[in-house]
T-cell receptor, first 109, second 113 residues
Framework: RKEVEQDPGPFNVPEGATVAFNCTYS??????FFWYRQDCRKEPKLLMS???SGNEDGRFTAQLNRASQYISLLIRDSKLSDSATYLC??????????FGKGTTLSVSS | EPEVTQTPSHQVTQMGQEVILRCVPI?????FYWYRQILGQKVEFLVS????????KSEIFDDQFSVERPDGSNFTLKIRSTKLEDSAMYFC???????????FGPGTRLTVT
């Protein structure tokens, strides 16, 4: 049973493209949701928390659908610097974050 | 964003040896976490530590592992007798306030030979 699943990658897009990632979670009691960005051999960096009402931070928009148990991340106007692995993380009843395997994005010029 | 440092950045050890990985949060936090990431795999939770006690641990966190906060600032992860499969990146994370957001340190790359 996979607790957090993400779109298989890699996503290869040109600069300026819009790209969307989805993440599904199995535990309906999950409480908090996050997107992290991870560069090669570096630590996960918090990109944004995901709220029930959806939230936007510049070119990034995150949405949560509790009924269908998925969260999404939309990146508009992709930049070369957006190339990274994007990790979905879910907090259930305890304190731990449960991570997906990540989706790799490669933005090319 | 809260700052967390970890030492060493890279540790090479022989199978069966003990290692201690250190985490130093820049400011005071109550919640600390250790995660690991085997190369090419997902980030996995090991243990959470709150108010100087373990609050949750995963199946990975067996008797070979221990955590402590010896001097009120450093937060350590000890692996008593390392195995080849312990080779991974080990990340310390801290949680701020009530938002449940966790911020990760730069990690320690552990190589067991």
């Amino acid at each position: 049973r996979k607790e957090v699943e993400q779109d298989p990658g890699p996503f290869n897009v040109p600069e300026g493209a819009t790209v969307a990632f989805n993440c599904t979670y199995s535990n309906s009691a999950s409480q908090s949701f996050f997107w992290y960005r991870q560069d090669c051999r570096k630590e996960p960096k918090l990109l944004m928390s995901v709220y029930s009402s959806g939230n936007e931070d510049g070119r990034f928009t995150a949405q949560l659908n509790r009924a269908s148990q998925y969260i999404s991340l939309l990146i508009r106007d992709s930049k070369l610097s957006d190339s990274a692995t994007y990790l979905c993380a879910v907090k259930q009843a305890g304190t731990a974050l449960i991570f997906g395997k990540g989706t790799t994005l490669s933005v090319s010029s | 964003e809260p700052e967390v440092t970890q030492t060493p950045s890279h540790q090479v050890t022989q199978m069966g040896q003990e290692v201690i990985l250190r985490c130093v949060p820049i400011s005071n936090h109550l919640y600390f976490y250790w995660y690991r990431q085997i190369l090419g795999q997902k980030v996995e939770f090991l243990v959470s530590f709150y108010n100087n006690e373990i609050s949750e641990k995963s199946e990975i966190f067996d008797d070979q592992f221990s955590v402590e906060r010896p001097d009120g600032s450093n937060f350590t992860l000890k692996i008593r007798s390392t195995k080849l499969e312990d080779s991974a990146m080990y990340f310390c994370a801290i949680q701020t306030g009530s938002s449940y957001e966790q911020y990760f340190g730069p990690g320690t790359r552990l190589t067991v030979t």
